[in-house]
């Protein structure tokens, strides 16, 4: 297997889940400021990365328009964020994959390189950010490697995120600089905050 080091990586948007909080509504499809919110994902992710895919269930002609592959997962039912790792994995031509939810708009400009620092310093098989409270365990750095070994997790009924990332050599990268990258959209109070700090910020860029 190649070090992420030595080799591009493949960027996994996430936006194969049924946004229960948000009614049911595809979330990476909501308008945000003019534009989907997985545009700003996606605009945040595609500079760190080398080719990009894009996991969904649903709506899978609107989401090939922004450009990338679409893939869905191959496991039914909405099984979680480890289905999407696991569709990210076997779609992807490299050796390794940073995945990234499609309602967390403002990912760190440093994440995979942050992520690949982690996982070189702290001899692990994969590595996840933290945000110095919490562990964000869907932005994360995974091998293709373990696509065998996550299937078998979920085929056995695991569900959870962190159960799985926890049994195997696990790096923590430290973001705690930066803990408001992390600010996942769930509700519609949380898009409308969001919305509003957009245009704080395009007013200030005016003014400046």
């Excluded at 050599?169 to 700090?197: I, K, M, W």
Aim: hydrophobic residues 45%.
């Amino acid at each position: 297997m190649t070090s992420p080091l030595a080799a591009p990586l493949t960027g996994v948007v996430l936006a194969g889940g049924r946004a229960r909080r948000l009614g049911g509504v595809d979330k990476g499809l909501l308008p945000v400021d003019g534009r989907p919110l997985i545009a700003w994902t996606l605009a945040a992710l595609a500079p760190q990365v080398g080719p990009v895919l894009i996991n969904a269930n649903r709506h899978l002609e609107r989401y090939a328009t922004f450009g990338y592959p679409v893939i869905t997962d191959s496991i039914p039912d909405y099984q979680g964020p480890l289905a999407g790792f696991l569709a990210g994995m076997r779609a992807a031509r490299t050796d390794w994959i940073l995945t990234l939810p499609c309602d967390a708009p403002r990912p760190p400009p440093d994440l995979a390189a942050r992520l690949i620092a982690a996982l070189v310093e702290q001899d692990a098989e994969l590595a996840v950010a933290t945000d110095g409270r919490r562990q964000q365990s869907v932005h994360a750095l995974l091998p293709v490697a373990l696509a065998e070994d996550l299937e078998r997790f979920l085929v056995e009924g695991g569900r959870r995120v962190e159960d799985w990332q926890r049994s195997h050599r696990l790096a923590l990268a430290d973001f705690s600089d930066q803990p408001e990258a992390f600010g996942n959209l769930n509700t519609p109070e949380e898009l409308q905050r969001f919305v509003r700090r957009i245009g704080r910020k395009s007013a200030d860029d005016h003014d400046r």
